[in-house]
């Protein structure tokens, strides 16, 4: 039987659904997923709702809860699961990392992944950095465009606590890729170091032959670097 946790979350849900707004949300996503129809301001107002009235689930319960999220069909729900998942941030430990992998390689798309990136994995690699070189050189050797695509831009909010040499290696070693989300990436990442060190990005740039999507990305917003 469903988690009853579970199932008053969904309830919650289906009680908001709006069938037009699933629609367009579906048509945006390109067909991938299934919707309720409830948009990002809603959803959270409903998951606050939620919270005040039933509390957090128990901490020994969360990774099930969020797998569960996880294989649901509405997108929401798995925007729900991060959201649970951050509020326990301070329980994180390197052992949840297994799971996070799990929720960037399920279901893969930009919506889901880019939070994961920065908001989960970026934040537990800043409490335990011994695990970024390891954890990251596997993802890169994975073959995996979406662990690339995590490697390359989970430091996008460090600024000064960037590993500039680690962001450098992966930016050159993505370079010739013919993916779009790769490509993309090299450039978000670039685009942020950029605001804490242009004169750095600006000789990367010059001295590694980036796609034009990338290297447009990458210093589109630096001025006067020549």
């Known amino acids: 039987m469903t988690n009853p946790y579970i199932q008053s979350l969904i309830a919650l849900h289906q009680q908001h659904a709006d069938p037009e707004k699933a629609r367009e949300m579906k048509r945006y996503m390109k067909g991938q997923y ?15 709702q939620f919270l005040a009235e039933q509390g957090l689930p128990p901490a020994s319960e969360l990774q099930s809860i969020v797998r ?10 798995q925007y729900v699961a ?11 430990t390197p052992e949840w990392l297994p799971l996070f992998e799990t929720l960037i390689t399920a279901k893969s798309w930009w919506d889901t992944v880019d939070f994961i ?9 800043r409490r335990f950095p011994e695990q970024i070189r390891p954890t990251t050189a596997r993802w890169m050797d994975s073959g995996n465009m979406w662990l690339q695509r995590t490697a390359l831009i989970f430091q996008r909010r460090y600024k000064h606590q960037t590993d500039r040499e680690l962001l450098f290696d992966y930016c050159a070693r993505c370079a010739g890729s013919k ?14 170091y950029a605001k804490t060190d242009p004169a750095a990005v600006v000789a ?5 032959k980036l796609s034009p999507l990338s290297e447009r990305e990458a210093v589109r917003r630096i001025k006067g670097e020549g």
Do not use: N
């Open 82 to 92: 991060v959201e649970l998942l951050i509020r326990f941030k301070k329980s994180w």
């Open 117 to 125: 990136s920065s908001d989960l994995v970026g934040e537990l690699f």
């Open 34 to 48: 299934e919707y309720f129809g409830i948009q990002a301001p809603q959803r959270r107002a409903l998951l606050k």
């Open 179 to 192: 993916e779009f989300f790769i490509r993309k990436a090299i450039g978000w990442a670039l685009r942020e």
């Open 204 to 208: 990367f740039v010059k001295s590694h």
């Open 68 to 77: 569960t999220l996880w294989a649901a069909p509405q997108r929401e729900l």
